[in-house]
C-alpha cells in the first residue's frame, strides 16, 4: 500500500507561482511512476504530468509544457509540482498518483495508476 498526501494549494493570481508537493509512504517513490492530475468542476480529472521511477523521463500535457516541471526526490519520497505562469484554466484540484506498472517507464492515463492522494485545491485569480 501507498499513502499519498498532497500540500502547497492555495490562491495565486494570474501569472503567479505555486509548488505542489506529494509526500508518499509506506512505499518508496522510487519504485513507482508518480503522476499528477487534475479535476475542475463540471470536468474529468485529466493529465498533467508524469515522471519516471529514476526521474530522468517526463511527459506534460500540452497545455502545461513550459510553464509547469515536475520532479522527484527518491531519498525524501516527495514527488514535486512547480507550477509557473498559471492562468485562471489551471484552476483545479490537483491530484498526486503513484503506479507500480512494472515494464512501463511513464503513464498517461489515470486509470493506469494504482494509488491516489487526496488532492489540493488551486485556485487562480484573474
Known amino acids: 500500500q501507498v499513502q499519498l498526501v498532497e500540500s502547497g494549494g492555495g490562491l495565486v493570481e494570474a501569472g503567479g507561482s505555486l509548488r505542489l508537493s506529494c509526500a508518499a509512504s509506506?512505499?518508496?517513490?522510487?519504485?513507482?511512476?508518480m503522476g499528477w492530475f487534475r479535476q475542475a468542476p463540471g470536468n474529468e480529472r485529466e493529465f498533467v504530468t508524469t515522471?519516471?521511477?529514476?526521474?530522468?523521463?517526463?511527459n506534460y500535457a500540452d497545455s502545461v509544457k513550459g510553464r509547469f516541471t515536475i520532479s522527484r526526490d527518491n531519498i525524501k519520497n516527495i514527488v514535486y509540482l512547480q507550477m509557473n505562469s498559471l492562468k485562471p484554466e489551471d484552476t483545479a484540484v490537483y491530484y498526486c498518483?503513484?503506479?507500480?506498472?512494472?515494464?512501463?517507464?511513464?503513464?498517461?492515463?489515470?486509470?493506469?495508476?494504482?494509488?491516489w492522494g487526496q488532492g489540493t485545491q488551486v485556485t487562480v485569480s484573474s
Open positions: 498518483a503513484a503506479a507500480e506498472a512494472r515494464g512501463r517507464i511513464v503513464l498517461l492515463k489515470a486509470h493506469e495508476y494504482d494509488y
Open positions: 509506506g512505499r518508496t517513490v522510487g519504485s513507482s511512476i
Open positions: 515522471v519516471s521511477r529514476n526521474g530522468f523521463i517526463t
